[in-house]
């Protein structure tokens, strides 16, 4: 039997992560031959020997050039004053929401004072007419 997956596998198992294996087994015997390679699989997973490095910290803050950190925090001014902006805008879209609901509301207001006058005119002529015609 080849140790294939085992040697796919052990580049893969390195580094400094804690790696566990769960193998699957059926005690049925139909499966018993899938079982016994799933614990053969296993048993040789196990015996990968692995050595685990220590990763090495910087500070990113210190090996940043100062160029790059000035340019960020101009970037972060700029977001910041772009937030800011676009809160006033939302303010003023809101304000100008409101203005048109009340410029609306005035607008029906005249609408129905005109068309309420027109409908007075109309009857005013129309008894008019009915007075001089009897």
């Given at each position: 039997m080849s140790d294939l997956p085992c040697l796919m596998l052990q580049e893969s198992?390195?580094?400094n992560a804690k790696t566990s294996l769960v193998i699957a087994v059926a005690n049925a015997e139909d499966h018993l031959d899938e079982s016994m390679q799933s614990l053969q699989f296993g048993s040789r997973a196990m015996r990968i020997m692995t050595r685990a490095m220590v990763n090495e910290r910087m500070d990113v803050k210190v090996d940043i050039a100062p160029e790059i950190l000035a340019e960020l925090e101009q970037k972060e001014g700029q977001a910041?004053?772009?937030?800011?902006?676009?809160?006033?805008?939302?303010?003023?879209?809101?304000q100008a929401q409101g203005d048109l609901k009340v410029t609306t509301t005035i607008t029906m207001i005249i609408t129905v004072a005109?068309?309420?006058?027109?409908?007075?005119?109309?009857m005013i002529i129309m008894i008019i007419i009915t007075t001089i015609t009897i």
């Open positions: 198992l390195g580094g910041n004053a772009l937030a800011l902006s676009l809160m006033a805008k939302e303010n003023e879209l809101e005109i068309i309420t006058t027109t409908i007075i005119i109309i």
